[in-house]
Nanobody, 126 residues
Framework: QVQLVESGGGLVQAGGSLRLSCAAS????????MGWFRQAPGKEREFVAAIKWSGGDTYYPDSVKGRFTISRDNAKNTVYLQMNSLKPEDTAVYYCARDRTPGSGLHSRVDEYDYWGQGTQVTVSS
């Protein structure tokens, strides 16, 4: 069983920055691509970023490209999301997730991930 634990959320003013972390249990972390998603009240879960198992490739939607950066440290079983130039519309619960398939590429659909963290709240005030 894999456990993912997010941390680093909080309240920040528009234009500010936050760094989220997601610590994974188990010894197979480096085999899997990882993703970050977010969900605002009344909305569907939305893809935010993905990083390949090797760390060499990343993928972002246009809504966060140039502002958010995903990275990973396989030695620490941890994936990060650096969020800069935050906007009120970035307010949501942020989740990290593990890709369903080891050694896969980059995915953006919720059903392509099988393990999820409990989420961390990010609130951006205007």
């Amino acid at each position: 069983q894999v456990q993912l634990v997010e941390s680093g959320g909080g309240l920040v003013q528009a234009g500010g920055s936050l760094r989220l972390s997601c610590a994974a249990s188990g010894r197979t972390f480096s085999w899997y691509s990882m993703g970050w998603f977010r969900q605002a009240p009344g909305k569907e879960r939305e893809f935010v970023a993905a990083i390949k198992w090797s760390g060499g490739d990343t993928y972002y939607p246009d809504s966060v490209k140039g502002r958010f950066t995903i990275s990973r440290d396989n030695a620490k079983n941890t994936v990060y999301l650096q969020m800069n130039s935050l906007k009120p519309e970035d307010t949501a619960v942020y989740y990290c997730a593990r890709d369903r398939t080891p050694g896969s590429g980059l995915h953006s659909r919720v059903d392509e991930y099988d393990y999820w963290g409990q989420g961390t709240q990010v609130t951006v005030s205007s």
